[in-house]
């Protein structure tokens, strides 16, 4: 079984850049299909941003398109989320999350990412 462990989160003003790291271990990422989401406090989690391994085909919610870039290191079994230009609506705790099938059924601890207006 697959663990994952995110870094990267912290506490960035507005118009900032942040990038965020997903650590697997346990097992590589090969054919996983590993997500993004977040939670913001008194809201329900939602996806941000999806990569799926081997094609390395993207997925993106409309709220992050052009802000944000998913992308995985093979070798390091790591996926990275670039998030530029971020705005106070994008603070949330961020969760990697892996799917080998259909359903997203492993998860990170999360990483809190707060932007400042």
């Known amino acids: 079984q697959v663990q994952l462990v995110e870094s990267g989160g912290g506490l960035v003003q507005a118009g900032g850049s942040l990038r965020l790291s997903c650590a697997a271990s346990g097992r590589t990422l090969d054919r996983y299909t590993v997500g993004w989401f977040r939670q913001a406090p008194g809201k329900e989690r939602e996806f941000v941003a999806a990569v799926r391994w081997p094609d390395s085909m993207t997925y993106y919610a409309e709220s992050v398109k052009g802000r944000f870039t998913i992308s995985g290191d093979n070798a390091k079994d790591t996926v990275y989320l670039q998030m530029n230009s971020l705005m106070p609506e994008d603070t949330a705790v961020y969760y990697c999350?892996?799917?080998?099938?259909?359903?997203?059924?492993?998860w990170g601890q999360g990483t809190q990412v707060t932007v400042s207006s």
């Open positions: 999350a892996g799917k080998a099938r259909t359903t997203y059924d492993v």
